[in-house]
Every structure is written in C-alpha cells, then in structure tokens.
C-alpha cells in the first residue's frame, strides 16, 4: 500500500467529520450521500474495508513521525536539466 500524505488524511478525516455531523444534525438524502462519498474516500485512501479501520489507520499514520526529504536544488547536477531549448 502507498501512504497517503498526512495532509490527504487530514483533509479525508475532517470532511468525513464534517459529512457525519452535518447529517446528524439534520439528515437529508444529500447529507447521507456526502457521509458515504467521505467514508469510501477515508476507506480507498487508508485501503481498508470499513471506517472505524480506515479511522484508526489514518490516526495511526498521523502519530508516526513524518519523513521529510529536502527537494532538489534547481542547480543539483544529479537531477538535470529538464528544460530544453529550441
């Protein structure tokens, strides 16, 4: 599985957040339409099967310390030239 960028998880987390207060709050046909689209955007994005997984996956992803790689230099000899002239 590829891990999704914490920010990816925090978006998905708080949309679903947001979907099921809202439909809790006063269900509609939309509401719950914007509850499931949340849950299974939660769901493919941890890749598991159910939200209380997909809950506890992204929490776990997000208490693990992030990774951070410097980005090239735009004068890094090892990364190129990507532009090319006529």
Same mark, same amino acid.
Request: net charge negative; charged share 25%; proline share 9%.
């Given at each position: 599985?590829?891990?999704? *960028?914490?920010? !990816?998880?925090?978006?998905?987390?708080?949309?679903? %957040?947001? %979907?099921?207060?809202?439909? !809790?709050?006063?269900?509609? !046909?939309?509401? %719950?339409?914007?509850?499931? !689209?949340?849950?299974?955007?939660?769901?493919?994005?941890?890749?598991?099967?159910?939200?209380?997984?997909?809950?506890?996956?992204?929490?776990?992803?997000?208490?693990?310390?992030?990774?951070?790689?410097?980005?090239? *230099?735009?004068?890094?000899?090892?990364?190129?030239?990507?532009?090319?002239? %006529?």
């Amino acid at each position: 599985m590829l891990t999704p *960028r914490p920010q !990816d998880l925090r978006v998905a987390l708080a949309r679903y %957040a947001d %979907a099921r207060i809202e439909d !809790d709050r006063l269900p509609t !046909d939309a509401t %719950a339409r914007a509850v499931e !689209d949340a849950a299974y955007t939660l769901c493919v994005l941890t890749g598991t099967q159910d939200v209380p997984q997909a809950i506890a996956l992204a929490d776990s992803l997000l208490a693990q310390p992030a990774t951070v790689r410097p980005a090239p *230099r735009a004068t890094d000899p090892q990364q190129g030239d990507n532009l090319q002239t %006529a």
